[in-house]
């Protein structure tokens, strides 16, 4: 995310907290120069954009409560396994032809949703979802008739509910996140005097302080003004994918396109429903940030942490080298990726 070039935050989060808020507003917009308007647009405001399940399937069925001047349309992410990698493009193409079509129907909230991942269906990566039916919307000036919500098992982070925010999410709902709660005081590994729905009232607190946070580092204090503010810059994403997908989104470095985007998603699917015996009972830990044994790859390993340690500490020259071969060997690799993706 940008943020705002000064030597001190414009915003202080936890200390004027009283000035910024999370009050987010779902379904269409209302023409600012409709003057003559006597009957604006109804939307609905919700007091924070973290959405229980319990939330969703309220708008999922406000049609009955009101009198049909909401419509809510769920709209599927995923699309057949048979179709592979090579099948994203087409079911992104799908899915924003789905949307507008949902809004010339007249439905006023959308939901996107990967609920119906299973192991024969892939779902597209949720940021890529909402930014492409963002995108399309306004391209087709259909965006202000119609609110996004998305339903995703993906985002867990706040990171995560930043960039879905960014990209043109009103309301998001973490439902796996509430899921792995839920597991969690089932297997007691939660406090005994913790419910898990006060564990879910609490992860939705967390994520709403870490959302503060992120919007007061480019001096945003609505979360009304970050949703769609599209405030990033991509990093290691080819230009031809970003004009497609995430319009008018900065980026210096070249790098992956949808191509690889796809081949990474059924990667994820193949790990989870082929049968691959070391995630039979449990998720991948992944090492995004911290190195695992089956994780990313890390500049920093504990073997060549283990080394350099004991050669400062012997004064043994051959074990450095042995350090320094493992690093240039890793900064090799880094000028073979980025002639594989034509870094810039």
């Known amino acids: 995310q940008l943020f ?29 120069l409709g003057l003559e308007e ?13 959405l229980s399940n319990v939330d969703v399937e309220k708008i999922r069925h406000i049609d009955q409560y009101t009198d049909n001047r909401f419509r809510t349309i769920t709209l599927s992410s995923c699309y057949a396994v048979d179709q592979g990698a090579a ?13 507008e079509e949902a809004v010339r129907d007249r439905f006023n909230i959308i939901i996107l949703s990967d609920r119906k991942m299973d192991a024969q269906h892939i779902a597209i990566p949720a940021l890529l979802a909402t ?14 008739e119609t609110g996004l919500v998305v339903e995703t098992g993906s985002a867990r982070e706040v990171h995560h509910f930043a960039c879905l925010a960014g990209f043109g999410a009103e309301a998001i709902n973490p439902y796996l996140a509430f899921e792995t709660l839920v597991d969690m005081k089932r297997q007691g590994q939660l406090p005994a005097d913790l419910s898990a729905e006060e564990a879910e009232k609490r ?6 302080k870490g959302l503060f946070k ?58 989870a429903f082929r049968g691959v015996m070391i995630y039979k009972n449990a998720l991948d830990v992944g090492g995004e940030y911290a190195w695992r044994a089956r994780g990313d790859e890390h500049t920093l390993t504990p073997s060549n942490i283990a080394k350099v340690q004991h050669a400062v500490r012997t004064s043994n020259y051959s074990l450095y080298k042995e350090y320094a071969n493992e690093i240039n060997d890793q900064a090799g690799k880094l000028k073979t990726l980025r002639g594989l993706f034509k870094f810039k």
Do not use: W
């Open 214 to 271: 992120v919007m007061s580092k480019m001096g945003i204090s609505t979360y009304q003004s970050y949703c769609g503010a599209r405030i990033f810059e991509a990093v290691g994403l080819a230009t031809e994918f970003i004009a497609n997908y995430f319009t008018g989104t900065a980026s210096q470095i070249e790098g992956a396109g949808l191509a690889e985007v796809a081949q990474e998603a059924t990667q994820r699917h193949i790990d």
């Open 4 to 32: 705002a070039q000064v030597t001190n935050p414009p915003i202080d989060p936890i200390r004027e907290e009283m000035v910024m808020s999370l009050t987010t507003i779902i379904g269409p917009r209302p023409n600012l």
């Open 87 to 99: 099948g994203m493009e087409t079911a992104i193409a799908n899915l924003c032809r789905q949307a």
């Open 131 to 144: 930014s492409a039916v963002h995108h399309h919307l306004i391209r087709e000036g259909l965006r202000t």
């Open 203 to 208: 992860y939705i607190k967390a994520i709403g």
């Open 38 to 50: 006597s009957e604006p647009q109804l939307r609905l405001e919700a007091h924070q954009p973290i």
